[in-house]
């Protein structure tokens, strides 16, 4: 299977989004609102239609990037939000970003990969984030029984995956799902060890 933006663009074209919750999630913006430095640099790997970024936005957080490798979902972002500074609208895979970040979000991005890049996932996620940075989010708690994506795991596969790398400081059970994603999520917070 190819996941690679031509899969991802027929998929909008399609309208075949079902991640696509048509606003911000949450899990997501209950962690921001406890943020009080809008000075933090944020990234949303696969932000698709980046409704976290806008919400951010509106709330004056100025350091927000956005990365997708569907072209047609930034275009659609920047008319959306034309002040939003173009520097920060990355078209690229983001395996091949270099930069650091003190937050970057996890939202349905994760779920989206192949199983076998978790791995290589968790690696640049942490090359990524300062030093204290923090990876943020949802994962999906549930094993999906077709064939991704989105693609599923559990607790034990995220600790496993994760702990060499992070701090697990958060991940529980999400309280604030969507109705439809209620007991199906854990939200967390892992800091860079």
């Known amino acids: 299977m190819n996941l690679d933006s031509h899969f991802w ?102 779920c989206a990969l192949l199983p076998d890049q978790r791995n290589e996932y968790v690696t640049k996620m942490k090359s990524l984030l300062n030093p204290k940075g923090k990876l943020i989010g949802v994962f999906f708690d549930i094993k999906f029984e077709k064939l991704g994506p989105p693609f599923g795991g559990n607790k034990e596969e995220y600790q496993e995956l994760f702990s060499s790398h992070f701090k697990i400081k958060r991940l529980e059970k999400c309280y604030n799902s969507i109705p439809p994603r209620m007991g199906n999520e854990l939200f967390f917070i892992f800091e860079v060890n």
């Open 9 to 110: 663009s027929k998929k909008y074209k399609q309208h075949q989004t079902g991640w696509d919750i048509g606003y911000a999630a949450p899990p997501i913006i209950s962690y921001f609102n406890q943020v009080e430095n809008k000075n933090i640099k944020i990234l949303i790997p696969g932000c698709g239609n980046a409704y976290e970024a806008i919400y951010l936005f509106e709330k004056g957080f100025r350091n927000i990037y956005i990365l997708d490798f569907v072209k047609e979902t930034l275009n659609k972002f920047e008319e959306k939000v034309p002040d939003f500074p173009k520097s920060q609208i990355l078209h690229t895979d983001f395996f091949n970003l270099e930069d650091q970040f003190d937050v970057i979000v996890e939202q349905t991005f994760f």
